[in-house]
T-cell receptor, first 109, second 117 residues
Framework: RKEVEQDPGPFNVPEGATVAFNCTYS??????FFWYRQDCRKEPKLLMSVYSSGNEDGRFTAQLNRASQYISLLIRDSKLSDSATYLCVVNEGFQKLVFGTGTRLLVSP | EPEVTQTPSHQVTQMGQEVILRCVPI?????FYWYRQILGQKVEFLVSFYNNEISEKSEIFDDQFSVERPDGSNFTLKIRSTKLEDSAMYFC???????????????FGPGTRLTVT
């Protein structure tokens, strides 16, 4: 079983749409969870940490379900600039980040 | 906003040559990391570094690899004898501390694209 599993997409959505990405992770001992965004051939940029209570940052909402080992990201009112690959990332131990392969989002006019 | 910087942005080298990739982490950060991403694949952890020593390393990080913090600002990754399969984007990252949870957040530099011919 892959450590962090994501649907690779692509998800093609029109501007203004709401889109949701899901991710599952295999290590039940993982303690920290993140969503990163990666543009083509660029570095991963931290989008948000994911907390047990769920958290929201503007148009972005992240949820964590520890029992199901499942993380989600919801993007509301999609913008053209949201087009990117969204990486689900889990911390193993204290320091090592384990990345999913990413879900590609394409927002069209 | 403080950021991680890396040099060079692109390095081309011949198989068997040594390369040194350089990074300047965010100034108040204490933990430093190297990751790599082979084209079309996921980002993979190589090594973490704290208090002038390696704290964790992956299976990829074999004897050909080494890391060093030669001064108060730079953090380097050396590959002693490069192989074709070392061709990848190498990202440096840093974090403030490993605890509490919010400080697990790692910030990445723009990467060095290494091409081994």
């Amino acid at each position: 079983r892959k450590e962090v599993e994501q649907d690779p997409g692509p998800f093609n959505v029109p501007e203004g749409a709401t889109v949701a990405f899901n991710c599952t992770y295999s290590n039940s001992a993982s303690q920290s969870f993140f969503w990163y965004r990666q543009d083509c051939r660029k570095e991963p940029k931290l989008l948000m940490s994911v907390y047990s209570s769920g958290n929201e940052d503007g148009r972005f909402t992240a949820q964590l379900n520890r029992a199901s080992q499942y993380i989600s990201l919801l993007i509301r009112d999609s913008k053209l600039s949201d087009s990117a690959t969204y990486l689900c990332v889990v911390n193993e131990g204290f320091q090592k980040l384990v990345f999913g392969t990413g879900t590609r989002l394409l927002v069209s006019p | 906003e403080p950021e991680v910087t890396q040099t060079p942005s692109h390095q081309v080298t011949q198989m068997g040559q040594e390369v040194i990739l350089r990074c300047v982490p965010i100034s108040n950060h204490l933990y430093f990391y190297w990751y790599r991403q082979i084209l079309g694949q996921k980002v993979e952890f190589l090594v973490s570094f704290y208090n002038n020593e390696i704290s964790e390393k992956s299976e990829i990080f074999d004897d050909q690899f080494s890391v060093e913090r030669p001064d108060g600002s730079n953090f380097t990754l050396k590959i002693r004898s490069t192989k074709l399969e070392d061709s990848a984007m190498y990202f440096c990252a840093s974090s403030e501390t490993s605890r509490p949870a919010a400080s697990y957040e790692q910030y990445f530099g723009p990467g060095t694209r290494l091409t081994v011919t």
